[in-house]
C-alpha cells in the first residue's frame, strides 16, 4: 500500500469516526427528551443529516489535509 493511498483509508476512517461522533451527540439528547424514539425516522435523519454535512465538509477539507502528508513528487 502506497502512502497517498494510507493517507487516503485513514482521512475517510477519521471522517467515519467523527460522523458518528457528531451524530450521537446530536441523537443522544434527543433521545433522552423523547423527541423521538430509538430507530425512527427522526433518528435516522438526524444521523442523514449529520452525515451529509460531515461528508461535504470532508471532501472541502481533504486537499488540504492530503497535503500535509504527501509531496508532489511522490
Known amino acids: 500500500m502506497k502512502k497517498k493511498d494510507f493517507i ?3 482521512y475517510v476512517s477519521l471522517l467515519v469516526i467523527v460522523w458518528g461522533t457528531i451524530g450521537s ?3 443522544y ?3 433522552q427528551s ?3 424514539k430509538e430507530g425512527s425516522l427522526g433518528q435516522i435523519s438526524t444521523f442523514l ?3 451529509i454535512i460531515c461528508t461535504l ?3 472541502y477539507l481533504f486537499p488540504k489535509f492530503q497535503a500535509n502528508f504527501i509531496k508532489d513528487d511522490q
Open 34 to 36: 423523547s423527541v423521538y
Open 29 to 31: 439528547p434527543l433521545l
Open 49 to 51: 443529516f449529520s452525515g
Open 57 to 59: 465538509i470532508g471532501v
Open 25 to 27: 451527540l446530536i441523537d
Open 8 to 10: 487516503g483509508v485513514a
